[in-house]
């Protein structure tokens, strides 16, 4: 990992990190995932873990939103902040279509956010953006985080502060391409840059959902150093899953084993406009 003072993690880590969540929970959580399919966050939530309230915080940080609570401990959070959990596995929706579907935003608000995220060339953090920018509140993006992994949050008695944070200088970049497997391999222009690898997952989902393309990658570049840190291929997708499994750790589900019929637990991706 990165030594960097903001970067994307995976959540488990972040969660066995801040203590929130312990070993043991965490593998049992993954083993619950692999029977039914169903997505992380839910499964830790309803197995009472952790509260939707810290979920949501938790994947706010990644977004570059701190929230941070007055008068409460963690504890406190899980009983005064209650959760709506779905029985049934809830399929992932990537978070720009859902922040416009739910009217958290509006779409010319977030192509406003993504031109200011682009003009950054990728090292201004989203959320950071739209909730700096007045268009969303931390605890609404919290609140649609949440829902992404198909929960419920009600914060509203809880007393929350919003910090924003900034990525780091030198931080890595991760960089979603569109790729082409035959008649021989092929890399496209760049479609979307973030220091973020949550976000970028995003903008990857979605443009798989919207496009069907043959391929997508996701590149980490730090300095000199370029890596493949993430593939799409919808001609492979069976294949790689039995290599990817890590990605269940990473996203709470296993991007490779989307595709656009079943959208499982989805890399697919809402495709935000890459100018």
Do not use: C
């Amino acid at each position: 990992m990165l030594e960097t003072s903001y970067t994307w993690r995976p959540l488990g880590e972040l969660l066995l990190e801040t203590g929130w969540l312990t070993p043991t929970e965490l593998e049992g959580a993954l083993a619950e995932q692999g029977r039914t399919g169903r997505l992380m966050g839910e499964i830790l939530v309803e197995s009472g873990y952790i509260s939707t309230f810290t979920l949501g915080r938790a994947l706010a940080s990644q977004h570059g939103v701190e929230l941070q609570t007055a008068g409460y401990v963690e504890s406190d959070i899980a009983t005064t902040s209650r959760s709506t959990v779905n029985r049934e596995p809830t399929a992932w929706r990537p978070l720009g279509k859902l922040l416009i579907e739910k009217e958290f935003l509006t779409r010319a608000q977030l192509e406003r956010a993504l031109d200011e995220q682009r003009a950054s060339d990728g090292r201004r953090l989203l959320g950071e953006i739209l909730v700096g920018s007045g268009f969303l509140s931390g605890v609404s993006l919290a609140r649609a985080l949440a829902e992404q992994q198909g929960l419920e949050l009600e914060s509203g008695e809880i007393d929350v502060t919003t910090v924003l944070n900034t990525s780091a200088p030198g931080q890595a970049l991760y960089q979603v391409r569109e790729v082409l497997y035959e008649p021989q391999y092929q890399t496209q222009e760049v479609l979307y840059k973030s220091v973020s690898f949550l976000e970028a997952a995003d903008f990857a989902a979605e443009f798989v959902e919207d496009l069907e393309p043959a391929g997508v990658e996701i590149e980490r570049t730090h300095g000199t150093a370029t890596e493949t840190v993430w593939t799409y291929s919808k001609a492979r997708a069976d294949a790689n899953a039995s290599s990817r499994e890590p990605l269940a750790k990473t996203f709470g589900f296993d991007p490779t084993l989307w595709d656009g019929a079943n959208p499982r637990g989805p890399v697919g991706a809402a495709r935000w406009p890459a100018h």
